[in-house]
């Protein structure tokens, strides 16, 4: 089992800490690599063993509701980032399918085809469309697969909570 501590002040850090041997710190430091354990401030959160090397002192562990809510922020936030991206990809669709059609207008295709240098900019301009196309295809699958992933890996540290 696992718990969530937040840092009071760096003292309460020093409390729950005091009484651990080195091995201990060394698992505590590799549960948290994205602070110095030695210097958190005020706020931060550790990750820690459910052990009795750890003094809690006055300090409380953060609740699995804690936990819970930091799992729906990730989930939420990402869904968001997705909602964003599909509404961009289809408008950019539709910006895609109005200049194709207006391209395939008379009055364009005269102009095309009296000059070159301007077809070869339609043509590059397509092939960049259909480039974009599978870009943006690649990307929202690569997303759906970050989603199943972080749905996957906060059910797995949500299990060492309860």
Known sequence: MLRLFQVKNTDSVKQLLKGADAAALR?????????????????SVLLLPDSPAFSAGDQASVSADAWQGLASDA?????????????TLAQRETE??????????????RQLDAD???RK???????????????????????????EA??????ALGALFK
Not at 97 to 106: D, G, I, Q, R, T
Not at 124 to 139: G, I, L, P, R
């Open 27 to 43: 698992r505590v430091q590799a549960l948290n690599p994205h602070l110095d354990i030695t210097r958190a401030k005020a706020g």
């Open 75 to 87: 989930t939420a936030g990402l869904k968001a980032r997705s909602e964003e991206l599909k509404a």
């Open 96 to 109: 895609r399918k109005e200049v194709v059609a207006a391209l395939k207008s008379a009055a364009v295709k």
């Open 116 to 118: 070159a240098g301007l």
């Open 121 to 147: 900019q339609a043509d590059t301009a397509e092939a960049q469309f259909k480039a974009d196309q599978k870009a943006a295809s690649d990307t929202a699958r690569q997303l759906e697969t970050m989603s």
């Open 150 to 155: 972080l749905a996957g890996e906060l059910s």
